[in-house]
């Protein structure tokens, strides 16, 4: 069997997908990947994910230069949750949210209100062009 058919896809043909950071341990984003990008980014090494928005493949970084090289691809008890341990390249310290932050879980429940706890490292509008 191949190891791409242990994987529980969605009815979209989806599976969910967390990046952590190799070295601190950091939760840096969730996306989603299709059959394709899975086997794509265990074949080059590097994080592609399926862009729902866009209908596509989505090679992290490919516009931004904020690569994630991948270490290790896991996949949880029930096979529905992929991990990957990665490597944020492309600025130091690493920048892997589209807001410029190091990481996509950047707010944090205080008081009622979600608040920003994390400094933008650099301006979207310099990273986006």
């Known amino acids: 069997m191949n190891w791409l058919d242990e994987v529980k896809w969605d009815a979209q043909g989806l599976v ?5 950071e190799q070295g ?11 059959r394709e990008a899975l086997q794509k980014t265990a074949e080059l090494g590097r994080a592609v994910y399926y862009s729902r928005s866009r209908g596509k ?8 230069g904020h690569v994630q090289t991948v270490h290790e691809v896991r996949i949880d008890c029930d096979a529905d949750v992929v991990l990957l341990k990665v490597t944020q390249l492309g600025h130091e ?7 410029g932050r ?6 944090v429940l205080k ?19």
Do not use: R
């Open 102 to 107: 190091h990481s996509c879980f950047f707010s």
């Open 24 to 34: 601190t341990g950091d939760v840096l984003m969730f996306a989603w990947m299709n």
């Open 57 to 64: 493949l989505w090679f992290k970084g490919e516009e931004s």
């Open 111 to 129: 008081d009622g209100a979600w608040q920003a706890v994390e400094p933008v490292l650099k301006d979207p509008e310099s990273i986006y062009k």
């Open 16 to 20: 969910p997908v967390i990046a952590q």
């Open 93 to 99: 310290p690493g920048i892997a949210c589209h807001t």
